[in-house]
């Protein structure tokens, strides 16, 4: 298969004393073999539980897979595998990189042995080549002098170091897909630049297949080939990154490039709050989720949740403005090219 992951209608709930949220509501889609793949939505979208199921990392209860498939690799359907079976795939072919690297790294074990650990243990590999592999994969992030930093903690690094030695990690075993759940937003804008051409560079160098998952659109711009769009627990739109950017068709995905600072301006792309706020995914409204918040909502939307339309091989959105019999609005001025 072309394809290193197909997710196919993937619903994931959460249960709570309060009920169950339904925070995955039937998502599908595909990462090509070395292809860089956005995923963006404001939280609670769930693009985090989405990355995480993947990965089998939310542990059950309280989190249940309730439908759908996940492929990986042409071969394993990663909802059917044991604890065990994940543990070795994780060690060996999937790789994360967390938010805040303080939270992943554990703080009494030196740098280099939390990237020869698993090594020895996964790949069966001695001590001393795991040792040169550490090196190798810090010189290969940037960090400089590996050979007298594999013994030093987590604390004598800087928090952008810190974010390196994650990635070198997670890129420790070679993994064909590695996901990146907001890799750069607790950085400031400084280093974010150094961990997203860390990033790119890594992509080009390498042969995974990357999922990045994000609500900074310049960190899109800049690394991936296509975009997904979620929102309340669901795709509304997919598309490669021109067509997102250049030719957007939801209304929730002209919300979210509104919100975008110019980039002449010196801030950082951070996504500014669309007006109002998702709906409650104890109850999931039965039509459009975003009809609450769309100035653009109509009868039929309150009433029906849309099916995607597809608009091209790569583009489509779930939207009821992109049926045949739908008024023609005017798309706000400020988006697309
Ligand atoms: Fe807005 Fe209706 Fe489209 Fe939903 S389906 S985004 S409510 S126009
Ligand atoms: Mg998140």
Known sequence: SENILEVKDLKVSFRTYAGEVQAVRGVSFH?????VLAIVGESGCGKSVTAQTIMRLIPSPPSVIKGGSIRFDGRTEITQCSNKQM???RGSEMGMIFQDP???LNPTMTIGK???EGLMKHQKINSADANKRAIEILKMVGISNPEGRIHQYPHEFSGGMRQRVMIAI???CSPKLLIADEPTTALDVTIQAQ???LMKSLSEKTEASIIVITHDLGVVAEMAQRVI???AGKVVEQGTVDELFYNPQHPYTWGLLKSVPRLDQDTDSDLVPIPGTPPDLFAPPKGCAFAARCPYAMKACLEIDPEHTVLTDTHSAACWLLHPDAPKVERPQEVGG
Do not use: P
């Open 102 to 104: 303080m939270t992943s």
């Open 229 to 231: 769009v979620m929102y």
């Open 31 to 35: 990462l090509k073999k070395g292809e």
């Open 170 to 172: 997670a890129l420790a």
């Open 114 to 116: 939390q990237i020869t």
């Open 87 to 89: 543990e070795k795939i």
């Open 195 to 197: 961990i997203i051409d």
